[in-house]
């Protein structure tokens, strides 16, 4: 191999690459943080108040949010969404109820 005066030491390198990959992990999750904040702001205004048979109004707006959040072998990821049961048959609709879709469009809106 030609000698071009450059050379890396291979531990040094592999230990600062592991806190590179620690740094763009962190900046990754710093900015789907935002991302998933307007998904839960923008899912709570399409999300429905509840009619006047509902027991809980406005519980489903309330529970939008942030759910999760980590680091996988693919990457950073946030959870973004509801634990109120309600929200499911909100956003696909039963054999009674037409969907009223609220998270969806909310990310597709914000997925750009």
Do not use: C, W
Request: avoid cysteine.
């Amino acid at each position: 191999m030609a000698d071009n005066g450059f050379s890396i030491e291979s531990s040094a390198f592999m230990e600062a690459l592991g806190g590179s990959k620690a740094f763009l992990e962190e900046a990754g999750i710093v900015e789907l943080r935002l991302r998933a904040g307007r998904i839960a702001d923008r899912a709570r205004a399409l999300a429905p108040e509840g009619s006047g048979d509902d027991p809980h109004p406005g519980r489903l707006k309330a529970d939008i949010g942030i759910k999760g959040e980590g680091v996988e072998a693919s990457g950073p990821y946030i959870e973004v969404g509801t634990t109120e049961p309600e929200g499911f048959f909100q956003e696909y609709g039963t054999i009674d109820d037409p969907p009223n879709p609220f998270m969806r469009p909310a990310i597709a809106e914000n997925s750009k």
